[in-house]
């Protein structure tokens, strides 16, 4: 008995070895939406044996939206088939009710069920079902909370999207894949060189990123499902800032083969490389506009740097015309996935993140730290995700377009950076 | 080191022949190591890599910038010129510039404007008759710092160009 009891102990410090070598990213949220629409996701049947609840999921998914409110926080479990008790919701004011029912299936899978109740209408709105094996719960998770949002709001959630970024702890320079959330961090690349710039394919298979291992910047393209990697670029002198056309043909990338860094379009394969800027001064950042068909990219040719459009046939097709004018120093364009919106970095005060209605021209501040960098696009266009520094810690913080809801992502005692938002996976 | 390597394979290959000659046992490695070092035993142990003899004038291979400043200081004039004197002597000695900045603003610009110092570094060079093929500008941006100190002392330790000899 002491000896399998030994053995048990034994298992559990594995176990919880195992648990605390990776690092987790907290989520602390500073800032909510002017109204939060009132909901009640009760506890889904049958979940309490699984590894991960999936209501945890969808609950902690709608706080982080910042606009939902969710009012029951109760272990009582409710049937996705149940007859809801719709006077009592409304009398603790819920507007929305979900409950779910998760099933297990032969062959290890798991049917996570969940339906959505207009309260004050007694009316189902309808729900969804997700089939998950047991590693996968948060898929489902998020899955719900996707389909919550929707159905809620109209517009797509963003909660099965994945993010990547760097992490930076004793010298090794990780890029992590991660859930929208920060959490189920996967490795894609370990280095004791820098990795920087990030960027997902259009499909979300294949990240782009620059990593200094052979001791200067070089760009690859690496597979996420196999681990197989290609050198996109590997000119003389520097390649980097790795940017994916609309359809994931072409990327455009910054290369000082020329001498100074200039802006040159690639296929993905690495061929018909094509240098489409020509200026004297430094071109880099470049993205693509949302119908493919121009290119914004960072310039320094009038004196400091500011955010330029050209052609994607290059310069020498127009003239390339400025496009920030409020601050005396602009870098790292983004375009929103509508292409109506261009994210930036400002010298104002400090680094702070910046919004322009491209319609318009108005330019918005949305933080008020010293230090953003990176700015990244979620998938719906309504959040920003970005690098900064809060309280001497470099962290990763979220906020939406409207600058009303704010997140700070942070893994103690680690360095994390160059943060990239993943598309929609269909 | 790589500039003897002609020197050692045709020591290699006289070895091999000598072997073949002479009919016997195959060529024993260490009898080229022996040779290589005889060759350079009355040279001073920085015979290989001079860059790295603190009485060298090649031995200083950083250079610093202003704030904000992409060229190299005037009072650095002659140690660029020592560089390219002894790249003009050794065509086959390779070396990667590696460019440098403080931490204020963004990754991917800093990226650019560290290899706008590296590129001046190559730029004097190359007008003193250093070889394209002998010289590579890359930089590092912000992203390998030197000093992680904030003050401005370690601001201006981190606006810097490095000459790197491949070995």
């Known amino acids: ?426 | 080191m790589k500039r003897y390597l002609p020197k050692i394979n045709s020591l290699f290959l006289i070895a091999v022949v000598a072997g073949l000659s002479a009919c016997s046992s195959g060529v024993k490695l260490d009898d080229v190591e022996a040779a290589k070092k005889s060759a350079t035993a009355s040279d001073s142990k920085f015979a290989n890599e001079p860059w790295n003899d603190p009485a060298s004038p090649i031995f200083k291979k950083s250079f610093y910038f202003d704030f904000d400043s992409y060229t190299v200081k005037s009072s650095d004039q002659g140690l660029i010129n020592s560089h390219a004197q002894f790249l003009n002597s050794n065509k086959n000695q390779k070396i990667v510039i590696q460019g440098n900045t403080d931490d204020a603003g963004t990754s991917e610009y800093n990226l650019a404007l560290g290899q706008k110092r590296s590129e001046a570094v190559r730029k004097l060079l190359s007008l003193l008759g250093v070889s394209d093929t002998q010289m590579e500008a890359v930089s590092f941006g912000k992203e390998k710092p030197k000093s992680l100190s904030n003050d401005e002392q370690g601001r201006a330790e981190n606006r810097r160009a490095d000459i790197v000899y491949i070995k």
Request: charged share 20%; net charge positive.
């Open chain 1, 1 to 426: 008995m002491k000896i399998i009891l030994r053995f048990v102990i034994s298992i559990l410090t594995f176990l919880a070895i195992n648990t605390v070598a990776i690092a987790q990213m907290q989520i602390e949220i500073t800032g909510v939406g002017q109204s939060q629409y009132p909901i009640a996701v009760t506890r889904f049947l049958n979940e309490s044996s699984l590894p991960t609840f999936v209501t945890d999921v969808v609950r902690a998914d709608l706080a982080n939206n910042g606009n939902f409110v969710n009012l029951e926080r109760g272990e009582t479990e409710v049937a996705e088939n149940a007859k809801p008790d719709f006077s009592m919701w409304s009398a603790r004011r819920a507007q929305a009710l979900a409950i779910g029912t998760v099933t297990a299936l032969p062959g290890g899978l798991y049917e996570v069920k969940y339906r959505l109740y207009d309260v004050a209408k007694n009316q189902s709105l309808g729900g969804t079902s997700v089939t998950v094996d047991r590693n996968n719960f948060r898929k489902a998770g998020h899955a719900i909370a996707d389909d919550i949002v929707q159905r809620l709001t109209g517009e797509r959630g963003i909660f099965s999207t994945r993010l990547s970024y760097v992490v930076k702890n004793a010298g090794r320079f990780q890029l992590m894949i991660s859930d929208s959330d920060g959490q189920n961090p996967r490795e894609a690349l370990s280095s004791t060189e820098p990795i920087i710039s990030p960027s997902w394919s259009p499909d979300g298979k294949r990240v782009a990123y620059v990593s200094f291992e052979s001791k200067k910047p070089v760009i690859y393209i690496h597979e996420l499902a196999t681990g197989k990697r290609i050198v996109l670029s590997n000119e003389k002198g520097n390649n980097s800032a790795p940017s994916w056309s609309p359809d994931g043909s072409k990327l455009a990338v910054s290369l000082s083969r020329d001498n100074n860094t200039q802006v040159y379009v690639i296929n993905a394969d690495g061929s018909g490389l094509k240098r489409i800027s020509r200026s004297m001064a430094i071109d880099t950042e470049p993205q693509f506009s949302a119908d493919g068909k121009s290119i914004y990219f960072t310039s320094d040719r009038g004196g400091s740097p500011q955010i330029y459009r050209m052609s994607v046939d290059g310069e020498s097709a127009g003239p390339a015309s400025r496009v920030s004018f409020k601050h005396a120093y602009a870098t790292s364009p983004r375009l929103s996935p509508d292409g109506k919106y261009l994210a930036y970095i400002a010298r104002a005060g400090g680094f702070r993140l910046q919004l322009m209605d491209l319609r318009t021209g108005e330019v918005m501040a949305l933080t008020q730290t010293n230090y953003d960098e990176t700015p990244t696009f979620a998938a719906n266009g309504k959040f920003l995700l970005y690098a900064t520094r809060v309280n001497g810690r470099q962290v990763l913080a979220a906020v939406s377009t409207d600058g009303q809801v704010k997140q700070i992502l942070s893994i103690p005692g680690s360095v994390v950076r160059e943060p990239a938002w993943g598309p929609f996976m269909n």
